[in-house]
């Protein structure tokens, strides 16, 4: 028996495609801009920042590169309840890429920092410029230009991963893919259609960056 395919319910259905796309685009906006910021600071504690911090941050660290996303999804809204602390799925959803994101682009920031020359820290000194400054001022942007690609394809890993956003009834693109096909019993063509959007947005982010990129480190374009 042959297999018809039918996408007549695109139709039907785009304001719940719209709407996943909608906050699936805010997930990565929100997780990517507080998540590398939070990766920033704990690049300076690991590398710069006093002692006592640092055995914080690397536990955080080895904690959140160490399990699985959807674990720490299901802890941040299933598990923070039983402490008082009970959150909506998107917010739970924005909070685990946000832990997520940090630790992981901590990691990646550190490598920049660590491949920094000591001259450029021996030079922010000269200046009579505190440690924190001298990252602030002189090491950062080189950093973050080092790094630049490998922070950009982590931020699109971390925006695939958050497809499983879905489990705990946030409603993103797969929410709206699984959605359709409980009422549409058309699995493939719903998960075809999302496939390609999550392909689309992963190729347009990847270009976004870029874009970034070249806007914060023109030298770097120029050359």
């Known amino acids: 028996m042959s297999y018809h395919f039918e996408f007549g319910w695109l139709l ?19 997780g990517g801009v507080l998540g590398i910021s939070l990766g920033i600071f704990c690049a300076w504690v690991r590398a710069l920042g006093p002692a006592w911090l640092k055995p914080v941050v690397a536990t955080y660290v080895e904690l959140i590169r160490n399990t699985p996303f959807l674990i720490q999804l299901f802890f941040i809204f299933f598990g923070l309840p039983s402490l008082g602390f009970k959150l909506s ?10 832990v997520n994101l940090g630790a992981y682009s901590c990691e990646i920031i550190r490598a920049g920092i660590q491949a920094t020359p000591k001259g450029q820290f021996e030079a922010g000194e000269s200046l009579a410029m505190t440690r924190f400054e ?3 001022h002189v090491v950062l942007v080189p950093s973050l230009q080092r790094i630049w690609p490998a922070l950009s394809s982590q931020v699109v890993i971390v925006m695939l991963g958050s497809s499983v956003v879905s489990q705990i009834a946030a409603e993103d693109l797969t929410f709206a893919a699984n959605f359709i096909q409980s009422r549409t019993f058309r699995a493939f063509e719903a998960y075809i259609v999302s496939t390609a959007i999550y392909l689309v947005l992963a190729i347009l982010l990847r270009q976004l960056l870029a874009v970034v990129g070249g806007f914060i480190f023109p030298r770097r374009a120029a050359r």
């Open 12 to 30: 039907e259905y785009y304001p719940e495609i719209i709407k996943g796309i909608l906050i699936t685009l805010e997930l990565i906006a929100i």
């Open 89 to 98: 799925e998107l917010t739970a959803a924005n909070l685990a890429m946000v």
């Open 134 to 136: 001298t990252f602030r």
